[in-house]
């Protein structure tokens, strides 16, 4: 039966394909069919198109992937930011994420382990109420606005430059706002906002609609300790694959001594060993053998990888 419905799966897939790669989705098409027997048609150029079956649509699934879409999208930007500059291999701490409504948490606490996989960090925090950590600005989005409000712009602007805190919070989580210019009400939605929020000293914060990500930037010895020793599997693997290794042979590696590694090679060595498939790892004063590598902008060590 999963074989069936794998099959299944395919010629659906060739059909769709048909038109843009008409004689390999022929081929793929014949090719299953035989197995299948499923349908009659003696080309895939020939077979309806498939249609839809609505009631396999899963939105809550669609949510959760779009909230971990644009979580990891906005703490990757933090990262990258001119002013940080924090690679991806340097483990952070946690992420804090204001609740945007009563399924939110359920929702991403789904795909929560896809997101810090992806980021790497360790914990996402929640926050019930950010109006105490997180400040946020907002004013008109004049390209959507200007047009519809006319001589009321101004006083619009005005208006929504005055809106609080709680306002702003509202409006995110309702998605609509009701602007009173004098004597006219306007019917205003998220996208007719322009929302931003304010650093926290030891956080960096980015919006996207109504969702803010505060990014923990504090990196503390035991993660320094690390990071340093993810930038040392990642050198060493590359010596591997250099030297052509098998992924399944083992090695013995030394590294010349410094104590920017040292925190790393202390706490982090059985890891480090497991990732690399180490018999013996050992830091070594004064290596002169093995490969040059650059460990940061500042320091280059000298590393031994031979195999055991």
């Not at 340093?228 to 010596?239: D, G, H, P, T």
């Not at 290794?245 to 890891?271: G, L, Q, R």
Request: net charge negative; charged share 30%; proline share 2%.
């Amino acid at each position: 039966a999963a074989y069936q419905t794998l099959y299944t799966c395919l010629e659906t897939i060739t059909k769709l394909m048909a038109p843009v790669a008409p004689f390999f989705s022929d081929w793929l098409y014949k090719n299953l069919n035989e197995a299948t027997g499923k349908e009659e048609n003696q080309s895939v150029h020939l077979a309806d198109f498939p249609v839809a079956d609505e009631k396999a649509i899963d939105k809550d699934l669609e949510q959760r992937m779009d909230y971990a879409q644009r979580i990891s999208s906005l703490v990757l930007s933090l990262r990258k930011r001119d002013d940080v500059q924090i690679k991806v291999r340097q483990p952070l701490q946690k992420i804090l994420l204001p609740v945007l409504d009563t399924s939110f948490i359920e929702q991403v606490d789904g795909v929560k382990d896809l997101i810090l996989a992806e980021v790497n960090v360790k914990e996402i925090e929640y926050l019930t109420d950010a109006s105490g950590v997180i400040k946020k600005k907002i004013k008109p989005n004049f390209k959507t606005l200007g047009r519809r409000l006319g001589k009321d712009m101004k006083a619009a602007a005005a208006a929504i430059n005055t809106m609080s805190q709680e306002d702003i919070a509202n409006l995110e989580k309702s998605s609509k706002y009701e602007l009173v210019v004098g004597d006219t009400t306007h019917e205003l939605t998220l996208e007719d906002f322009e929302i931003s929020a304010d650093d926290i000293p030891g956080l960096l914060v980015a919006t996207d609609g109504s969702l803010t990500v505060a990014l923990d930037i504090t990196i503390t010895d035991e993660l320094r300790a690390e990071g340093m020793a993810k930038e040392l599997i990642n050198r060493i693997q590359n010596i591997r694959k250099d030297k052509d290794f098998n992924v399944t042979d083992k090695i013995k590696v030394a590294i010349e001594k410094h104590e920017i590694i040292e925190a790393a090679m202390s706490k982090f060595n059985e890891y480090i060993c497991n990732e690399i498939l180490a018999v013996d790892l050992k830091m070594v004063d004064g290596l002169a053998t093995g490969e040059s590598v650059e460990l940061t902008d500042e320091v280059t060590l000298n590393i031994d990888v031979q195999l055991a």
